[in-house]
């Protein structure tokens, strides 16, 4: 069975960072690109990242570029997002989700996901 | 960006009713279309991939059709657990694009 477990959200000051993790089991975790979507409370859903399978591949929107980073440490099972300068507007659940195409390719559909967790950002 | 634009925003409606929600692309995105269903505090799931192919495990009561710009998620009979929003998804190309949900509710 294919799980996902985030951690690493809680509440940050404006400026301040965090990193959020998501470990992955039940899957050849290397052999699937991942992605980070965002749901502001009451909100609709946002992608935020994405990353191909050997972390050759890595694809951001624009609303995070240059402040949030995704990695992969395949060796762990285990998903990363960096996220500096945080601002009120990151205030989010943050979900991670496995890509449901094999191999090495890009983005194609979300086919499972964690249960997310909250980071609030606030003063 | 690709704009996903879904409608309606939200709509009432009874069990065993058939509904069905649209989502207008900005631009051609061939079949590269995803819809996921999200229950209130859960995370969401995966209902189609490729505008039409049923992801394992979910009731044939979903179905989804078009390519290009416009697709329809169609439930034929709404059931109780089925009262929940709904969104498109665009994978055609980066940015990753969701449509801003459709409400269904009771």
């Known amino acids: 069975e294919v799980q996902l477990l985030e951690s690493g959200g809680g509440l940050v000051q404006p400026g301040g960072s965090l990193r959020l993790s998501c470990a992955g089991s039940g899957f050849m975790f290397s052999s699937y690109a991942m992605s980070w979507v965002r749901q502001a409370p009451g909100k609709g859903l946002e992608w935020v990242s994405g990353i191909s399978g050997r972390g050759g591949s890595i694809y951001d929107a624009a609303s995070v570029k240059g402040r949030f980073t995704i990695s992969r440490d395949n060796s762990k099972n285990t998903l990363y997002l960096q996220m500096d300068s945080l601002r009120d507007e990151d205030t989010a659940r943050y979900y991670c989700a496995k890509d449901r195409g094999y191999g090495d390719g890009g983005l194609n559909a979300f086919e499972n996901w964690g249960q997310g967790t909250m980071v609030t950002v606030s003063s | 960006d690709i704009q996903m634009t879904q409608s309606p925003p939200s709509l009432s409606a009874s069990i065993g009713d058939r509904v069905t929600i649209t989502c207008r692309a900005s631009q051609a995105i061939s079949t590269y279309l995803n819809w996921y269903q999200q229950n209130p505090g859960k995370a969401p799931r995966l209902l189609i991939f490729?505008?039409?192919t049923l992801q394992s495990g979910v009731p044939s009561r979903f179905s989804g059709t078009g390519s290009g710009t416009d697709f329809t998620l169609t439930i034929s009979s709404l059931q109780p657990e089925d009262f929940a929003t709904f969104y498109c998804q665009q994978t055609y190309k980066t940015p990753v694009t969701f449509g801003q949900g459709t409400k269904v509710e009771i």
């Open positions: 490729g505008a039409s």
